[in-house]
């Protein structure tokens, strides 16, 4: 990395799998049991989000979850 530039911080280009949820908030444990990671609690601010553990990528349906909710 040249001197002064920032790291790359832009989502990966290829989600390792697409998850489509009808909730703004996606749990995520990276699936396969003991091979996954630590469950965490992704907030969906706009259509996705994507784990940054494992990369998956969780797309909120179509007209899913459009209250503002807690």
């Known amino acids: 990395m040249p001197d002064g ?3 790359n911080t832009a989502l990966p280009a290829t989600p390792t799998e697409i998850i489509h949820v009808d909730s703004r908030t996606a749990a995520c444990d990276g699936g396969d049991g003991a091979l996954g990671h630590p469950r ?3 907030r969906i601010p706009g259509e996705q989000v994507m784990c940054p553990y494992c990369s998956r990528l969780y797309v909120l349906n179509p007209g899913a979850d459009h209250a503002s909710g807690h």
Do not use: E, G, K, N
């Open 5 to 7: 530039a920032a790291p």
């Open 40 to 42: 965490v609690f992704l």
